[in-house]
C-alpha cells in the first residue's frame, strides 16, 4: 500500500509529468510507495488521509495559483494537518516571472503551515536567476523548484536529489535505492 499521497494541479500538463516523474523516482526506493492525484478530483477526506503528503502546484502569471489550486485552498481550512509531513514541488519561469518564480509554492505552504503541517522538502535557490519569490525562507524555496520552461533538462536531476532528500526528510527507511 502506498505511504504518501501526492496530489498535483495542472492545466496545461507540466505539473502533472514531474509528479509522474516523481513518482518513478520513489519507485526506485520501493514500488508503490507514492500515489498520485489530480487536486482537481480530491476532496479534503482524500487528503487527510495520508499521513505523508507532497504537493505539486505551479505559479500562474504574476504569481497565481494554478485553477484547481485556487479552488481547493480555502477548504483546506477546515483541514487539520497536525502531525502530517508535507513537501512541494512547484514550476514556474524564472526569466518572465523572475519576481513571482514560485509564489504559489510560498501561499501553499505557508497554508500548509498555517493549518500544522511539517513542511519539508526545503529546496536552495542557488543556480536560478530571480529577483523575488514569495517561496523563498532564509535563501531556500519552500519546496522543489522546477523551471520547465527554461531548464527542462535540469528536471530529472533535481527531481533525484529532491526525492531523496524527501525519503529522508520523511524518515520513510534508510536510502539506498534498489536501482
Not at 498535483?8 to 498520485?36: C, M, R
Not at 529546496?123 to 529577483?131: K, S, T, V
Not at 524555496?141 to 527531481?159: H, S, Y
Request: aromatic share 12%; glycine share 10%; charged share 25%.
Amino acid at each position: 500500500m502506498a505511504k504518501i499521497g501526492l496530489f498535483y494541479g495542472s492545466n496545461e500538463g507540466h505539473p502533472e509529468q514531474v509528479a509522474q516523474w516523481i513518482k518513478t523516482e520513489f519507485d526506485d526506493y520501493e514500488a508503490g510507495l507514492v500515489e498520485v492525484f489530480n487536486i482537481a478530483h480530491a476532496t479534503i477526506e482524500d487528503v487527510t488521509a495520508w499521513d505523508d503528503l507532497i504537493f505539486g502546484i505551479p505559479t500562474w502569471d504574476n504569481g497565481q495559483l494554478q485553477d484547481d489550486w485556487d479552488i481547493f485552498l480555502p477548504q483546506m481550512d477546515q483541514l487539520d494537518l497536525t502531525g502530517k509531513k508535507v513537501a512541494i514541488f512547484g514550476l514556474g519561469d524564472q526569466y518572465l516571472y523572475s519576481v513571482t518564480f514560485l509564489d504559489a509554492v510560498g501561499i501553499l505552504g505557508r497554508k500548509v503551515c498555517e493549518r500544522g503541517g511539517e513542511l519539508l522538502g526545503y529546496w536552495p535557490d542557488d543556480g536560478y536567476e530571480i529577483a523575488d519569490s514569495a517561496a523563498l525562507e532564509n535563501g531556500m524555496f519552500m519546496g522543489l523548484a522546477i523551471d520547465q520552461d527554461n531548464e527542462p533538462e535540469k528536471t530529472a536531476e533535481r527531481v533525484e536529489a529532491w526525492v531523496l532528500q524527501v525519503v529522508q526528510e520523511f524518515g520513510i527507511f534508510e536510502v539506498e535505492p534498489v536501482a
